[in-house]
Structure formats: C-alpha cells, structure tokens
C-alpha cells in the first residue's frame, strides 16, 4: 500500500517511535489545590534522543482573551511527590540536572505545556538525557509559563502537579 501522507512514518522516524512503547511513564496528578489535574507523560527512547509525549487534562483556565496558560513544566531531581504547607511539592526539590548547567541548559528544562481549556499535549525531542537516567525522578508542572532566563527555576511560579517517572516492565 502507498502510504502518501505527509506524516507517512517510514520518512519520520519519532512519529513510528510513539507507535512502540514507552519505556517509561509519569503518572500525573495535581495538589489539593489543583485536584483535577490528570494525565501521563511518556518517555521514548530514540537514537537522537528521548522523545516526551504528555497529556494532561483538568489545567487551571482563563477565560479572558489572549491570557490563555501557559505552564512551566520540568523534571525534577527528588524522587518523590511530597510536600509541607508552603510547596505541595517540596520533596521534588530543584531542576534535574548532569553536568552542572545553569537553567535553562538543565537536563530536566522542558518546553513549556500550552492549556487549550484546561487540556494539554506536548511531544518533543530532547537529547539532554536518557530514559534510565530519568527513572526515579520527577515530573513538575506549574502554573506560570518558564522565562528561560532567572536563575535557578525560571521563575515558573507555583507547583501544581506532579508525578513520579517509572520504568514500564516489558512482559
Ligand atoms: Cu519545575
Ligand atoms: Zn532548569
């Protein structure tokens, strides 16, 4: 069969990648105050890098004009989805990082999530780590989008969700 489609996968190799199984995945769930947010994050494995597949539903909306989110999104170094009063999150601590980058160069800065009514999805290449180096680690969002400039979390605001990535067991 002549596949035509733009999208055929023999000529795009990530898009075949995201018809495998991902190697590993984040369960995503938001804070008490942010109880609606669900959703997973998947990793890829590729040649050229990890492709990240996330969705996410149940984001914080604007109805106003030209002020729909835009949410910073990250992996962090801690291994858990703990907190105290301050930051639901606290236990997730800072940036995941390797090799002593300053933000935005950490391994674990993300594009950020764009909300389309409370709904988000992302898949993107990034070569700045692999799936086991990420397994163990966790998945952040926030509710302000990433500057990519302050130093040392590009003052994204406020965690709202969050998610340990796991290694998916292949039977
Ligand atoms: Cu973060
Ligand atoms: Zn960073």
């Known amino acids: 069969m002549n596949n035509s489609s733009s999208c055929s996968y023999s000529k795009f190799p990530f898009h075949s990648a995201l018809y495998g199984r991902a190697r590993a995945m984040a369960n995503i769930a938001g804070s008490k105050t942010f109880p609606d947010v669900s959703g997973t994050v998947g990793f890829y494995q590729t040649e050229k890098g990890v492709i990240v597949c996330t969705e996410i539903k149940g984001l914080p909306q604007n109805a106003l004009p030209c002020q729909e989110q835009i949410f910073g999104f990250h992996i962090h170094k801690g291994t858990d989805c703990g907190g105290n009063m301050g930051d639901p999150f606290a236990d997730a601590m800072s940036h995941y990082d390797l090799s002593g980058c300053a933000h935005p160069y950490h391994a674990g800065d993300l594009p950020p999530l764009f909300g389309n009514n409370g709904f988000a999805f992302s898949a993107f290449l990034t070569n700045r780590f692999s799936v086991e ?30 998610g340990v990535i796991r290694k998916i067991l292949v039977q």
């Open 133 to 162: 180096e990420v397994i163990g680690r966790t998945v952040i969002i926030h509710d302000h989008p990433d500057d990519f400039t302050t130093q040392p979390s590009g003052n994204s605001g406020t965690k709202i969700a969050c």
